[in-house]
């Protein structure tokens, strides 16, 4: 091991372009890391490069594709070595219940949550090992507490979260430390509306009533928190939700 590998600061962020993989960039470029944010629309990670300058740059990726993926990160660590790695990129498709599910949105969600996770932690995890690194998961409440009309949404989170769990254990006596940040309600630009195909009245249902859902920044914050502990400090995983939200049933709003 180098110690320039050890000591420097520099973060893959998958599904940098919007929602938590944004702010996390953000959060963590402000706590003092160089991101390389991975995403598929080259506008809005062009965007976040020119807000945060010099200690921003990206790759287009596509996480659920071998070769993007792999040209990703051939010029990741041509360029240097790898200390943490966000898992962001993931979605949800429909809500509709098992019984009619379409069985290509569960393959979307599988590809994207579970393999695109899986894909990009193993092509960097030789990386991370020589850095003393982090792999770091963010997967969702869903993934811990399954509800109707989340099947597939929900058998995904859960399929990652165990994932992050055995790479835990699997991990153990070498130098790398693996995290699973799942967030309860989040309140995004896109994720509710990617969910129910644009319908913008059903996405906005999801929030009515709660007061102060999460934010994309408050999930960040954990990120940042999480990641710069000392390198022997694993926090093994952070479940956070708004105080609004006591478990997926169980939630507060106003007026009902």
């Known amino acids: 091991m180098t110690n320039q590998s050890k000591d420097v600061k520099r973060a893959v962020v998958t599904g940098a372009s919007s929602g938590i993989g944004a702010a996390s960039a953000r959060a963590l470029v402000a706590a003092g890391w160089q991101v390389v944010g991975l995403a598929r629309r080259e506008d809005r990670l062009k965007e976040l490069s020119d807000e ?4 921003f740059s990206y790759r287009v990726c ?3 594709d071998e070769a993007s993926t792999q040209a990703a990160v051939e010029g990741i660590l041509g360029a240097g070595p790898v200390k943490a790695l966000v898992n962001c990129a993931g979605g949800a498709i429909g809500k509709d219940p098992v019984a ?21 932690t193993q092509k960097l995890l030789p990386a991370l090992k020589e850095a003393e690194g982090t792999v770091l998961v963010i997967s969702s409440t869903a993934g811990i507490e399954p509800y109707e009309g989340g099947g597939g949404y ?13 790479l835990r254990l699997e991990l153990i006596g070498q130098p790398v430390r693996v995290i699973d940040i799942a967030p309860g309600m989040v309140h995004t630009d896109e994720f509710a509306v990617k969910r129910f ?7 906005q249902a999801v929030y009515a009533g709660v007061p102060d859902p999460l934010t994309a920044e408050d999930v960040a914050g954990c990120v940042q928190w999480a990641l710069d502990q000392p390198d022997t400090v694993d926090i093994d995983q952070i479940v956070v939700r708004p105080r609004a939200e006591g478990s997926y049933t169980k939630v507060y709003r106003q007026g009902s």
Request: aromatic fraction near 4%; hydrophobic fraction near 50%.
């Open 52 to 55: 945060l300058a010099g200690a």
């Open 62 to 64: 596509d996480v659920t």
């Open 100 to 120: 009619a599910s379409n069985l290509d949105d569960w393959r979307s969600m599988y590809e994207l949550n579970v393999l695109g996770t899986l894909r990009i």
């Open 154 to 166: 929900c058998a995904a989170k859960a399929a990652e979260r165990v994932m992050a769990r055995i």
């Open 197 to 203: 195909g644009g319908d913008q009245a059903k996405a």
